[in-house]
């Protein structure tokens, strides 16, 4: 080849190198985009567990909308979250995709929305709304729906015990009374309730007397958790009544050990004490927005020991309620240790070191000041009852007992009240 001139070659440009003028391939710079944020989270301080579940599950659910992120629409996010219901999955898991792709989008809002506006003419509008993002179970409480509080009680047990004197059966309506006291003052869960035994009473402990819950809830795998509930508010003199003239009218009642039995001396279902108070609030023609259910009595009694100044790590051992303020965080767009410490300092006015506001997200702390606890309510604008585990799953109950021949039903008795 003669000095100076060119020879052309087969070959290609090199990956890297863009044609001035033309958008890069939509895959190639959304996963381009997937990384950018992947390294904004580990900027963050996320675990490497976390960022790759987070991946993981962004990829499959932008995988479902079958088109790139910035041309996702409303109808897209409706389409897979329906698409994931069909197939079965729980609500948690579909909740879960949709905030780590709402997640996602909000990155490109800050980050990325004038070079995509620049490259593929995308405006960003959020696609995730309130009509399409997964319900979570406390998104309607506490914040419409708080816990009933003594005004609202103390109308609905005077209904329960005028009811006992004219009442049809007076043994189960007396039952119902007793129940729903145990569960307001003990703070107990219904599926605890129900598992108690009369042997589970000791009116010997303590100056009040103490209910053993021997089947308390179970957590992480671990077997039922017991522990000794104080009898309060003068709870003693409302279940001496019950064993003393109530329970004995109940068939089967002697064979039986079951403290709430039914009208054969057998165990209640959790159920069933659900649908009995459905019904006594149906009976009761209170407004819809004024009923509650029996795990509401429970978080009645948390805050009703609150207000009184119990101190927050005496009613978490009582009730055996878990510290959930990550939980309450995250639901309030709320991420980091530092997003915390600054809402703290901004509307509390309480400058906490890093390492004491990390302690409170990642462990349960063994005690808590008031001043602090009121300091996180307000800088979340929650309650006490965000910063409690809000949790109704079933305990491991008890096996049945085997069945007993049926006696008579016990004599009547004159209809006796309530001592309170």
């Known amino acids: 080849m003669e000095a100076g001139q060119l020879r052309l070659v087969p070959g290609a440009a090199p990956p890297s190198v ?87 989008y909000g990155f ?51 209904f329960l015990k005028q009811r006992l004197a004219t009442c049809r059966t007076f043994a189960p309506a007396a039952r119902d009374y007793a129940l729903f006291r145990t569960l307001y003052h003990a703070g107990l869960r219904s599926e605890e309730a129900v598992c108690l035994e009369v042997c589970d009473v000791h009116f010997d402990r303590g100056p009040f007397g103490k209910l053993h819950v021997r089947y308390g809830k179970a957590a992480k795998g671990s077997g039922p958790r ?33 403290l709430f039995c039914d009208q054969g001396g057998g165990r209640m279902h959790p159920g069933s004490v659900r649908n ?6 149906e009976l009761e023609g209170g407004p819809a927005s004024q009923r509650f259910s029996p795990h509401a009595l429970r978080h009645a009694c948390a805050t009703r020991l609150y207000e009184r100044g119990v101190d927050l790590v005496a009613i978490q051992q009582l ?10 965080a995250a639901q309030r767009e709320v991420w980091t240790g530092a997003q915390l410490r600054r809402l703290l300092r901004e509307r509390a006015g309480l400058e906490l070191s890093s390492a004491s506001v990390s302690a409170l997200l990642t462990k349960q702390p063994s ?15 929650c309650t006490p009852n965000d910063l409690m585990e809000v949790d109704t799953t079933p305990i491991q109950r008890q096996p049945e007992p085997t069945s007993q021949p049926a006696e008579p039903p016990a004599v009547a008795r004159g209809r006796s009240l309530p001592p309170i």
Request: proline letters at 8%; glycine letters at 6%.
């Open 18 to 104: 863009e044609l001035a003028g033309l958008p890069p391939d939509p895959a190639a710079y959304q996963a381009h985009l997937i990384e950018a944020y992947v390294a904004s989270q580990v900027a963050r301080g996320f675990s490497p567990l976390t960022v790759g579940n987070g991946t993981g599950t962004l990829e499959r659910f932008l995988a479902a909308c079958g088109k790139p992120v910035w041309e996702v629409t409303h109808h897209d996010v409706d389409r897979v979250v329906g698409e994931l219901a069909a197939a079965g999955m729980a609500p948690n898991t579909r909740r879960g995709y949709v905030s780590v792709f709402k997640g996602f």
């Open 108 to 158: 490109l809002v800050a980050r990325k929305a004038p070079e995509l506006q620049a490259l593929f003419g995308a405006r960003l509008e959020l696609p995730v709304d309130e009509f399409n993002a997964a319900r979570h179970v406390t998104d309607d409480t506490p914040a419409l729906r708080p816990p009933p509080n003594e005004q609202r009680l103390q109308p609905f047990f005077a």
């Open 226 to 258: 017991p522990r000794w509930v104080p009898m309060l508010d003068h709870l003693d003199l409302v279940l001496r009544w019950y064993l003393d003239d109530v329970r004995p009218r109940f068939a089967g009642s002697t064979a039986s050990q079951t």
């Open 276 to 281: 009995r108070l459905r019904h006594l609030l």
């Open 319 to 328: 009730m055996q309620v878990r510290w959930r303020l990550r939980m309450a």
């Open 367 to 381: 005690q808590i000041k008031l001043e602090t606890l009121a300091a996180l309510c307000t800088a979340l604008e």
